[in-house]
């Protein structure tokens, strides 16, 4: 198994990239690959990261998104390991359009993790798989908020959440430069 890292400059601070032969498996707001590698399993961990300024378009496509192509990391691979439950809840948070947010209970509705409106656990597996979610941004746990329409918690810390919230809403509201 291959690893590559590149680490892009953002408004909201470094942004690296983890990236094997699948895809993505782990990104998030820091300019230390190691800090990213800490999170994957034992043998991507061993694999180590080797530089790339471009490991299989990933870059291309952060890049696309910052300039305002908002839709441009919905066909980036992940490869990102998990149980059933998480599996299902990201599939869900990837379809949610940049420019919307939706609740940890509409999530836990959406990955079918409960019925939510009459389980409070579904929105806590909700919560419970953004928290474990290694590929920010592009699995977009950002999105997600609190029933009460709070923030909520965010793994990069509410600035960084507050940002790509804004910046996807400020984009998707200009006629043509986002479908959501």
Known sequence: MRLHTTTLPTPAGPFTLLVDDEGVCAAGFTGHAETLQRRLDPARRAAGARPATDPVGVATAVRAYLAGELEALDGVAVSQPGDPAQRSAWRALRSVRAGRT????????????????????????????????????????????????????????????????????ALAALPGLAAV
């Open 102 to 169: 939706i609740s940890y209970r509409r999530l836990g509705e959406l990955a079918g993790l409960a019925d939510a409106a009459t389980d409070p656990l579904g929105a806590q597996a909700a919560g419970t798989a953004c928290a474990s979610n290694h590929v920010a941004v592009i699995v977009p746990c950002h999105r997600v908020l609190r029933s009460d329409g709070r923030l909520g918690g965010y793994g990069w810390g509410l600035p960084r959440k507050r940002w790509l919230l804004d910046h996807e809403a």
